[in-house]
């Protein structure tokens, strides 16, 4: 079964820019949570999409935004990027919901310039 | 809300040695409690979770941990560790109550360097 997958692997952007990033979770698997990871704050909750839907969402500025579609895909974007929103963004998936065990993805690292 | 607290950023250890790599939580509702592991320049790996039942729990590559609900701890212990358990440890919860259904924190991760 293949695992997490998510694209692209590295981004450079400048500030001002978007951009979307994608997750692709394990077959079957209905929850995709999202989370950034930085030296400073380390792992901090953005999102959860189960079924479509977003379930959970973390303290983070309307500028993040996320989707999910049929197919359990899910995308995350933001607009309006600054520099602190460099990071690791990771993508993990559950079979329903995030207390099952979570498959992590091997993240897009975006650097804001 | 919950929180959590991982009370060694770093923790270094000779190989074959024993190590305890400390979590605390905090919730105001009952708790999941989890351990991953990151390799470096990887996403994170479940080792073990404690839903319920025996508070003893056992993992992969030979940890285990044990849940202590009076001192709201969930410490990671292995025997006797490896050179290929260096990478970062982070601890994580999850409520179950009316405000906090399946929202996972994670505790800032102890990084743990094991010393040949």
């Known amino acids: 079964k293949a695992g997490v997958t998510q694209t692209p692997r590295y981004l450079i952007k400048t500030r001002g820019q978007q951009v979307t990033l994608s997750c692709s979770p394990i077959?079957?698997?209905?929850?995709v949570s999202w989370y950034q990871q930085t030296p400073g704050q380390g792992l901090q909750f953005l999102f959860e999409y189960f079924s479509e839907t977003q379930r959970n969402k973390g303290n983070f500025p309307g500028r993040f935004s996320g989707r999910q579609f049929s197919n359990s895909r899910s995308e995350m974007n933001v607009s309006t990027l600054e520099l602190g929103d460099s990071a690791l963004y990771l993508c993990?998936?559950?079979?329903?919901?995030?207390?099952?065990?979570?498959?992590f993805g091997p993240g897009t690292r975006l650097t804001v310039l | 809300a919950q929180s959590v607290t991982q009370l060694d950023s770093q923790v270094p250890v000779f190989e074959e040695a024993p190590v305890e790599l400390r979590c605390n939580y905090s919730?105001?509702?009952?708790?999941?409690l989890f351990w991953y592991v990151q390799y470096p320049n990887q996403g994170l790996q479940l080792l073990l979770k404690y839903l319920s039942g025996s508070t003893l729990v056992k993992g992969i590559n030979g940890f285990e941990a044990e849940f202590n609900k009076s001192q709201t701890s969930f410490h990671l212990r292995k025997p006797s560790v490896h050179i290929s358990d260096t990478a970062e440890y982070f601890c994580a919860v999850s409520g179950w109550g009316r405000d906090s259904y399946d929202k996972v924190i994670f505790g800032p991760g102890t990084s743990l360097s094991v010393i040949p």
């Open positions: 993990a998936s559950s079979l329903v919901s995030a207390y099952n065990e979570q498959f």
């Open positions: 919730s105001s509702v009952s708790v999941y």
């Open positions: 077959s079957g698997h209905r929850s």
